[in-house]
């Protein structure tokens, strides 16, 4: 029978290194965290939620470059910092060209897309966004929109955030519901007539009792009531 006793306590805690080697891994450490922090100064960080597809892959560059050095006794330091000069020469040279040329900056950056318009999804880009519906409604939320009527435009920024533009109080149009408990009331088959939205695309209309409605945009079946309720700030 094994017993814990039979493991070797000291190789499952050390590995293959010499425990001196452990203060050298501290030393290293620190070392490696202050070059990131000198790396980012120059690049010029932003905050998390800010970065770009390229900032996020130059950040992961770092990391990963920064991270043998630490605990890996036959890779040198040296070795690290080269990586970073490179890392950094690449980021000037790629923004330089991003300021020069405009599709090369779309390219790398990405643009702006356009997720709703006149209070309903523009469907050809949020297909194209890898965003799902419970996600946006719940980033929505946040800005205390309730339904789509609300919002003349909005826009998923190339920083990932959602920049939302709203109708006055008195433009506010009816809209399909965002709120967790509205949105799951879809109707194929309408009792009463009354304004009601496209669970699929947003588009608002007026419908009479009937068995089933097909979306004049989209085509879909399934229904919820609308809002056209004012924001609440």
């Known amino acids: 029978m094994l017993l814990f006793s039979d493991f070797e306590l000291d190789k499952i805690l050390k590995g293959e290194t010499e425990w001196i080697f452990l203060i050298e891994i501290a030393i290293r450490t620190v070392i490696m965290f202050v070059a990131i922090l000198i790396a980012l100064a120059i690049l010029g960080k932003r905050g998390v939620k800010q970065l770009s597809v390229f900032e996020l892959v130059i950040i992961i560059s770092l990391g990963s470059a920064a991270g043998d050095p630490m605990f890996y006794k036959e890779v040198g330091i040296l070795s690290a910092f080269t990586v970073f000069i490179m890392i950094i020469l690449c980021y ?108 699929f695309c947003g588009t608002t209309e007026v419908i009479e009792q009937t068995d089933k409605h097909l979306c004049g945009s989209c085509g879909k079946e399934k229904w919820v009531k609308s809002l056209n309720t004012t924001r609440i700030t």
């Open 92 to 199: 000037k040279l790629t923004t330089y060209l991003v300021f020069k040329s405009d599709r090369i900056e779309k390219m790398i950056e990405g643009t702006p897309i356009c997720l709703i318009k006149d209070g309903k999804f523009s469907i050809t880009n949020f297909k194209n966004e890898p965003i799902g519906y419970d996600e946006f409604f719940g980033e929505m939320r946040q800005y205390s929109v309730s339904h789509l009527g609300q919002i003349e435009l909005a826009y998923i920024e190339i920083s990932g955030e959602i920049s939302l533009y709203y109708y006055k109080d008195e433009d506010v149009k009816y809209g399909l519901p965002i709120l967790p408990h509205l949105y799951e009331e879809q109707h194929v088959q309408i009792m009463k007539t009354d304004n009601y939205s496209c669970a």
